[in-house]
């Protein structure tokens, strides 16, 4: 069984928004009025100690600029501790966990980015997720991927051929028994592959059967997929990881701003809020697969 382990990062913070003033010397006025707000916020703080958390106003934080995969998922509640529930990262306006629920709003699931922009380390942290809670895997990792270190746990069944099988293809996924996801990392050396009915199959009706589906690729992939690429890329559901386009908002389901593409960060990506339905921003947790 091969070890999970989380690289080791540190913890720089980068402000959500910047702004840049002249400096100007402190008047008296100024001074006073700066002291009326802090005894303002003092005496606030006092008079609301009690207030239910439900009950506060909404916080507002930043991302983290790097954050490891052990200190993402402490702050996952108990309540996504379970199969079909994996971790994508830290995000939104109070930096909370956001993950991917396989087992109801995302039966398949995108991660769209180019080469190097971390598709497979969004893949890695979304594996040990699902292991931890009890999901099996089927992994199909074609190209050298950190994923093929997962090789050797008991609940994955991998493979690593560029044209598999349908009978391979079928007894890995039939192997075993309990909630199921099917990985694919470059997922562009599938386009129409011999188990393309078996994976359409999946991106069709997988929930019925309790079988999940995400893919790792290209946007260009994604563009002009065909397939069971196509069947997927219809969910609308996934994850852009530095985005080119604005159309590439589509293959999430939402609308990019020119602003979208701009100072984008390694590790950082966008996705579809599953609860609010809105476009957040995220910080993928680096993950190191032993």
């Known amino acids: 069984m ?5 690289a080791v990062v540190t913890t720089e913070a980068e ?33 609301d100690a009690g207030l239910p958390a439900d009950r506060r106003p909404a916080r507002i934080g930043t991302l983290p600029v790097k954050v490891t995969f052990t200190d993402a998922y402490e702050k996952v509640g108990e309540e996504f501790r379970r199969p079909m529930w994996g971790l994508l990262g830290l995000g939104g306006d109070d930096v909370s966990p956001v993950g991917v629920d396989f087992a109801d709003t995302s039966p398949t699931f995108s991660v769209v980015g180019p080469p190097g922009s971390g598709r497979s380390t969004t893949l890695a942290a979304l594996a040990v997720s699902l292991l931890v809670s009890g999901t099996r895997l089927v992994v199909l990792a074609p190209r050298e991927s950190p994923l093929r270190a997962l090789g050797n746990h008991p609940g994955v069944r991998l493979i690593t051929a560029t044209e598999p099988t349908v009978e391979e293809f079928t007894e890995a996924l039939e192997s075993g028994s309990g909630p199921r996801v099917v990985m694919v990392d470059d997922a562009d050396l599938f386009v129409l592959p011999d188990i393309d009915q078996n994976l359409r199959s999946l991106a069709q009706s997988g929930k019925d059967r309790g079988i999940g589906l995400v893919i790792a690729t290209t946007a260009e992939t994604m563009t002009g997929a065909m397939g069971w690429l196509g069947a997927l890329k219809r969910h609308r559901k996934g994850v852009l990881l530095g985005p080119q386009s604005v159309l590439e908002g589509d293959f999430i389901g939402a609308r990019l701003a020119h602003a979208h593409l701009r100072g984008r960060r390694p590790g950082r990506a966008l996705t579809v809020e599953p609860r609010s339905g809105e476009l957040i921003s995220l910080q993928i947790p680096e993950t190191t697969l032993d």
């Open 2 to 6: 091969s070890s999970l382990s989380a």
């Open 15 to 47: 402000p959500a928004i910047t702004r840049t003033a002249a400096a100007e010397p402190p008047t008296a006025a100024g001074q006073e009025q700066a002291e009326a707000l802090r005894r303002i916020g003092a005496e606030a703080t006092r008079r």
